[in-house]
């Protein structure tokens, strides 16, 4: 931690300052009486819950939204951004949680797409370009090679990548949104010994995050916001992560610790010998095994993957995402076709059953993506109940659509699982997504499912609503329910599973005993590092 | 979120009395733009919206306003069943016309005696186009094309499909210069009704038709299971086939229904005044219905009304031509109208999106004792 400390410029003039920053939107204060001031060539964390008002305040201060009320002050001089571009312009470079980067292109041409050197006022200066990003690759040892193609390339080096992009357009002032997000522990070392080097070299790093462990490693100075105002400014030296997560959430913190095992030795879920080609490339031989289709070439979303889970077991699956997760739960849900491979469910082959039929039989489903796939967002609630259930009581009566039922049961829902809403007649969208996930955990829990499929089910909600929703699952799994939990949250993973694997490329490269493995572990085991030849 | 797309075809709700200010407003707008016009032209507004309505009272054009209203009202059902899952069927059009055609030669043979063949006519239409709008659905789930793109050339090959099979040897006739098919016997026309008084005029038989369609349509699509998987899957696809509903066969279906009604369309035509299918039976149609269902947002009332307007500013528009005024500014006015009820639901749309966050979260933070009381 003492690395920390590495700080060479002398705070004269605040690199930023913010003062009363206020943005509303309709019904809800996003930002109210905002104060910030980050020092030059500091490396500043604001911290705080998702939906505090972090992304917020990113956005007003990289011109993408204009506040209410309240001053930016960049090196002093007070500032009015309309856009990104006056951003960029008065030195300020965002980089984005999620990647923007064109996979088919170098990372020459991802980083001078949109501001290209021209030769000639026509053609593009490719050699100048390479020249530049080399200069800047090298005086910041980002170890960037400016003719790679992007596809090719790693989280950590495309996030790279992104840093320099920014740099490139002459960024003294870096936002970084959630940099860790995506990356793997080691991963997310190198880039703090990235982003020191940075502010060495004179460069002020605006830093958003809520993991705090990582915070205290990184930052310089520690701004805390909770619910949309800044709450407290501290010093990394003299706080603790406790203290800081109390700061932040203004209250106890949740765990997921589950306690005694409820494992019995009745297997409700018995997966063997998934495989699921890409056919992405051109269709692939029918009924092929998965021997047969890596000695044909063909890349494997799904590498002959078996497991099973008992009743009451929670079975984690921990991985980078992007490793076969999404394509594991919809092979199950039966959304998309599997080349190989059998599922069965309480003894049942289910493999050739429809999605409908899968559900009817007894797997809830709480989808990693709510609004895309659990929700009608423009739909009153009580019409989201009867999604996905639209063949069972109490939502239909043969044919005909049990309105009354529905909407009783509705009802239910929101009173057991303390979904705050006004009434049942509300649109999806008008709830907070902490909300909008009670109900859905809801709803797939009626109908006495014997498995769940939970896909990140806290992800994007506030601490509250986790807890709750911890608790739920928790109970369901005493009384006999079988998990299985995709999560990116590795806390979350050990805390509530019984049992734990590892995917990594489609494959099940490890089994994790949850009760022992530390986050680090289990973060290295799914980048591979743990892997024999 | 829903996209503009998504409101303009009616999949997301519009509720309250703005659903019925929207539209009404875009009309006054349209009868201003249209004033605009005919001042332009050298005409007076309020003189010819006057003698329009004037018009358009007399009991000899009321009949004629609900006869086009029923045509244009089933033609508006047909779109609206795929707009609700958004499978565009621009091919209403090819669809009703290869229908009538060849209902029209089936009921021609006289083949079953009386009122029978009125009903095997209907049902040989339904079947017709269910049948061409198939070919669209089947390319759509094997071949993954695009319904709109399919349904358009499909429109093209039916026009040319008649054209072909309207000819002397085939199912025509030929009556002195004219072409069409055997007239239908007397005892297999739709009977009218002489519902208004004050003209030997009836309104034909179709109208209860159109009626218990649109009961049909509103029912399937609220009440019914198939209707709850068929929204869903128009409002989001993949929540839809997450929650065990499978598209292709909704595709299928959605397809064959809306060809089904399509091929109603050219019914009230057939059996309640020309009997035959010749060069002369009325085309666009289904384009019409497309308006229509654009103007009552997919729903069952709101197309009635969309019907009923659009058949008074068309029977009416031979007033202007008394006035002097060419008859092509009701064309004018009806693509005004269009327009403005498009852009007057997106306006509320926003509006009501808005007030519905804004009461959410104004409940939510009211104290704890709402709270207590709900609970």
């Given at each position: 931690?003492?690395?920390?400390?590495?700080?060479?410029?002398?705070?004269?003039e605040p690199a930023v300052e913010l003062k009363g920053i206020t943005k509303r939107f309709p019904g809800v204060v996003a930002n109210r009486d905002i104060c910030l001031s980050v020092a030059k060539?500091h490396?500043h964390a604001v911290v705080g819950e998702n939906g505090a008002g972090k992304s917020t305040l990113m956005k007003i201060l990289y011109g993408m939204q204009r506040p209410d009320e309240g001053e930016i002050r960049i090196d002093g001089a007070v500032v009015n951004f309309h856009t990104p571009g006056d951003a960029i312009v008065a030195g300020i470079g965002m980089?984005h949680?999620?990647?923007?980067?064109?996979?088919?292109?170098?990372?020459?041409?991802?980083?001078?797409?949109?501001?290209?050197?021209?030769?000639?006022?026509?053609?593009?200066?490719?050699?100048?370009?390479?020249?530049?990003?080399?200069?800047?690759?090298?005086?910041?040892?980002?170890?960037?090679?400016?003719?790679?193609?992007?596809?090719?390339?790693?989280?950590?080096?495309?996030?790279?990548?992104?840093?320099?992009?920014?740099?490139?357009?002459?960024?003294r002032i870096l936002i970084l949104d959630e940099?860790?997000?995506?990356?793997?522990?080691?991963?997310?070392?190198?880039?703090?010994?990235?982003?020191?080097?940075?502010?060495?070299?004179?460069?002020t790093i605006l830093f958003i995050s809520h993991?705090?462990?990582?915070?205290?490693?990184?930052?310089?100075a520690i701004t805390v916001i909770r619910r949309g105002t800044t709450v407290a400014s501290v010093?990394?030296?003299?706080?603790?992560?406790?203290?800081?997560?109390?700061l932040m959430?203004g209250?106890?913190?949740?765990?997921?610790?589950?306690?005694?095992?409820?494992?019995?030795?009745?297997?409700?879920?018995?997966?063997?010998?998934?495989?699921?080609?890409?056919?992405?490339?051109?269709?692939?031989?029918?009924?092929?095994?998965?021997?047969?289709?890596?000695?044909?070439?063909?890349?494997?979303?799904?590498?002959?993957?078996?497991?099973?889970?008992?009743?009451?077991?929670?079975?984690?699956?921990?991985?980078?995402?992007?490793?076969?997760?999404?394509?594991?739960?919809?092979?199950?849900?039966?959304?998309?076709?599997?080349?190989?491979?059998?599922?069965?469910?309480?003894?049942?082959?289910?493999?050739?059953?429809?999605?409908?039929?899968?559900?009817?039989?007894?797997?809830?489903?709480?989808?990693?993506?709510?609004?895309?796939?659990?929700?009608?967002?423009?739909?009153?609630?009580?019409?989201?109940?009867?999604?996905?259930?639209?063949?069972?009581?109490?939502?239909?009566?043969?044919?005909?659509?049990?309105?009354?039922?529905?909407?009783?049961?509705?009802?239910?829902?929101?009173?057991?699982?303390?979904?705050?809403?006004?009434?049942?007649?509300?649109?999806?969208?008008a709830?907070s997504?902490?909300?909008?996930?009670?109900?859905?955990?809801?709803?797939?829990?009626?109908?006495?499912?014997?498995?769940?499929?939970?896909?990140?089910?806290?992800?994007?909600?506030d601490?509250?609503?986790?807890?709750?929703?911890?608790?739920?699952?928790?109970?369901?799994?005493?009384?006999?329910?079988?998990?299985?939990?995709?999560?990116?949250?590795?806390?979350?993973?050990?805390?509530?599973?019984?049992?734990?694997?590892?995917?990594?490329?489609?494959?099940?490269?490890?089994?994790?005993?949850?009760?022992?493995?530390?986050?680090?572990?289990?973060?290295?085991?799914?980048?591979?590092?743990?892997?024999?030849? | 979120?829903?996209?503009?797309?998504?409101?303009?075809?009616?999949?997301?709700?519009?509720?309250?009395?703005?659903?019925?200010?929207?539209?009404?407003?875009?009309?006054?707008?349209?009868?201003?733009?249209?004033?605009?016009?005919?001042?332009?032209?050298?005409?007076?507004?309020?003189?010819?919206?006057?003698?329009?309505?004037?018009?358009?009272?007399?009991?000899?054009?009321?009949?004629?306003?609900?006869?086009?209203?029923?045509?244009?009202?089933?033609?508006?059902?047909?779109?609206?069943?795929?707009?609700?899952?958004?499978?565009?069927?621009?091919?209403?059009?090819?669809?009703?016309?290869?229908?009538?055609?060849?209902?029209?030669?089936?009921?021609?043979?006289?083949?079953?005696?009386?009122?029978?063949?009125?009903?095997?006519?209907?049902?040989?239409?339904?079947?017709?186009?269910?049948?061409?709008?198939?070919?669209?659905?089947?390319?759509?789930?094997?071949?993954?094309?695009?319904?709109?793109?399919?349904?358009?050339?499909?429109?093209?090959?039916?026009?040319?499909?008649?054209?072909?099979?309207?000819?002397?040897?085939?199912?025509?006739?030929?009556?002195?210069?004219?072409?069409?098919?055997?007239?239908?016997?007397?005892?297999?026309?739709?009977?009218?009704?002489?519902?208004?008084?004050?003209?030997?005029?009836?309104?034909?038989?179709?109208?209860?038709?159109?009626?218990?369609?649109?009961?049909?349509?509103?029912?399937?699509?609220?009440?019914?299971?198939?209707?709850?998987?068929?929204?869903?899957?128009?409002?989001?696809?993949?929540?839809?086939?997450?929650?065990?509903?499978?598209?292709?066969?909704?595709?299928?279906?959605?397809?064959?229904?809306?060809?089904?009604?399509?091929?109603?369309?050219?019914?009230?035509?057939?059996?309640?005044?020309?009997?035959?299918?010749?060069?002369?039976?009325?085309?666009?149609?289904?384009?019409?219905?497309?308006?229509?269902?654009?103007?009552?947002?997919?729903?069952?009332?709101?197309?009635?009304?969309?019907?009923?307007?659009?058949?008074?500013?068309?029977?009416?528009?031979?007033?202007?031509?008394?006035?002097?005024?060419?008859?092509?500014?009701?064309?004018?006015?009806?693509?005004?109208?269009?327009?403005?009820?498009?852009?007057?639901?997106?306006?509320?749309?926003r509006y009501?999106v808005v007030a519905a966050q804004r009461k959410v979260s104004r409940e939510l933070a009211a104290?704890?004792?709402?709270?207590?009381?709900?609970?």
């Amino acid at each position: 931690m003492g690395e920390a400390a590495i700080t060479t410029a002398i705070a004269t003039e605040p690199a930023v300052e913010l003062k009363g920053i206020t943005k509303r939107f309709p019904g809800v204060v996003a930002n109210r009486d905002i104060c910030l001031s980050v020092a030059k060539g500091h490396i500043h964390a604001v911290v705080g819950e998702n939906g505090a008002g972090k992304s917020t305040l990113m956005k007003i201060l990289y011109g993408m939204q204009r506040p209410d009320e309240g001053e930016i002050r960049i090196d002093g001089a007070v500032v009015n951004f309309h856009t990104p571009g006056d951003a960029i312009v008065a030195g300020i470079g965002m980089v984005h949680q999620h990647f923007m980067l064109a996979d088919n292109f170098t990372v020459l041409e991802n980083v001078i797409l949109g501001s290209e050197p021209r030769k000639g006022g026509l053609a593009v200066d490719f050699a100048a370009a390479r020249k530049k990003i080399k200069e800047i690759s090298d005086a910041y040892g980002l170890g960037v090679e400016p003719d790679a193609l992007v596809e090719d390339l790693g989280v950590g080096d495309r996030q790279r990548v992104e840093i320099l992009k920014v740099l490139y357009r002459g960024a003294r002032i870096l936002i970084l949104d959630e940099p860790t997000a995506v990356l793997v522990p080691h991963e997310v070392d190198e880039l703090f010994d990235n982003l020191r080097v940075l502010v060495r070299e004179g460069l002020t790093i605006l830093f958003i995050s809520h993991k705090l462990d990582e915070v205290l490693k990184v930052a310089d100075a520690i701004t805390v916001i909770r619910r949309g105002t800044t709450v407290a400014s501290v010093d990394p030296h003299e706080v603790t992560a406790r203290k800081l997560a109390e700061l932040m959430v203004g209250s106890e913190l949740p765990s997921p610790e589950t306690r005694e095992s409820t494992v019995t030795d009745v297997v409700t879920l018995e997966v063997s010998g998934l495989t699921m080609a890409d056919t992405g490339a051109g269709p692939v031989a029918k009924g092929a095994s998965a021997d047969e289709l890596r000695a044909a070439g063909v890349r494997l979303l799904l590498d002959d993957i078996s497991f099973t889970i008992h009743k009451g077991e929670v079975l984690g699956i921990a991985g980078v995402e992007g490793n076969g997760q999404a394509e594991l739960v919809e092979a199950i849900m039966g959304m998309r076709a599997i080349n190989a491979g059998t599922v069965s469910l309480a003894g049942a082959d289910i493999t050739g059953w429809s999605t409908l039929k899968r559900r009817e039989g007894g797997i809830g489903f709480i989808p990693e993506d709510r609004h895309r796939h659990g929700l009608l967002l423009e739909a009153p609630l009580w019409e989201n109940r009867i999604l996905g259930h639209q063949t069972r009581e109490p939502n239909v009566k043969g044919i005909w659509i049990d309105r009354a039922g529905a909407r009783k049961d509705t009802q239910r829902i929101v009173e057991e699982y303390d979904v705050r809403t006004p009434g049942i007649d509300v649109d999806a969208a008008a709830l907070s997504g902490g909300n909008q996930q009670k109900l859905i955990v809801g709803r797939e829990m009626s109908g006495e499912p014997a498995l769940l499929i939970a896909s990140h089910p806290t992800r994007g909600v506030d601490v509250g609503a986790q807890a709750a929703i911890w608790d739920h699952l928790r109970n369901a799994r005493a009384a006999g329910l079988a998990v299985l939990l995709i999560s990116a949250d590795l806390d979350e993973l050990i805390g509530l599973s019984d049992s734990l694997k590892v995917i990594l490329r489609g494959r099940i490269v490890a089994d994790v005993d949850p009760g022992s493995v530390t986050p680090e572990q289990l973060g290295s085991a799914m980048t591979g590092a743990g892997e024999g030849a | 979120m829903s996209t503009f797309l998504d409101r303009v075809f009616g999949r997301v709700g519009l509720g309250g009395v703005m659903a019925l200010v929207a539209p009404a407003l875009a009309v006054v707008f349209a009868g201003l733009v249209t004033s605009v016009v005919l001042l332009i032209a050298g005409h007076q507004p309020v003189e010819a919206f006057t003698s329009l309505v004037e018009y358009g009272a007399q009991p000899r054009v009321l009949v004629l306003i609900v006869n086009l209203a029923t045509t244009y009202f089933l033609s508006a059902v047909a779109v609206a069943v795929g707009f609700r899952m958004n499978l565009f069927n621009i091919g209403v059009d090819g669809q009703y016309r290869l229908a009538a055609l060849v209902a029209a030669a089936v009921g021609g043979a006289a083949l079953v005696p009386g009122p029978l063949n009125i009903v095997l006519v209907v049902l040989v239409a339904m079947l017709v186009g269910a049948l061409w709008a198939s070919i669209a659905a089947v390319l759509k789930v094997t071949r993954g094309v695009s319904e709109v793109i399919s349904t358009i050339m499909l429109n093209a090959i039916a026009t040319g499909l008649t054209g072909w099979l309207l000819t002397a040897d085939r199912l025509g006739v030929l009556s002195g210069n004219a072409i069409g098919t055997p007239p239908i016997p007397g005892d297999a026309h739709m009977p009218g009704m002489a519902l208004i008084p004050g003209t030997p005029m009836k309104i034909n038989g179709f109208l209860v038709v159109a009626i218990i369609v649109g009961v049909a349509y509103a029912v399937l699509l609220n009440r019914t299971r198939f209707g709850f998987n068929l929204r869903a899957t128009g409002r989001s696809e993949p929540a839809a086939v997450a929650s065990g509903v499978n598209v292709k066969r909704m595709v299928v279906a959605a397809m064959v229904i809306s060809g089904a009604s399509a091929g109603l369309i050219g019914m009230p035509e057939l059996l309640g005044s020309s009997f035959e299918y010749s060069l002369n039976f009325p085309t666009g149609l289904g384009f019409t219905g497309i308006a229509i269902a654009l103007l009552g947002r997919n729903n069952a009332v709101g197309m009635a009304v969309g019907a009923l307007l659009w058949g008074f500013l068309d029977s009416s528009s031979d007033a202007l031509q008394l006035m002097d005024i060419s008859k092509e500014l009701v064309d004018i006015m009806k693509g005004v109208i269009v327009l403005s009820v498009i852009i007057a639901y997106e306006l509320v749309h926003r509006y009501r999106v808005v007030a519905a966050q804004r009461k959410v979260s104004r409940e939510l933070a009211a104290p704890a004792e709402t709270e207590g009381a709900a609970a």
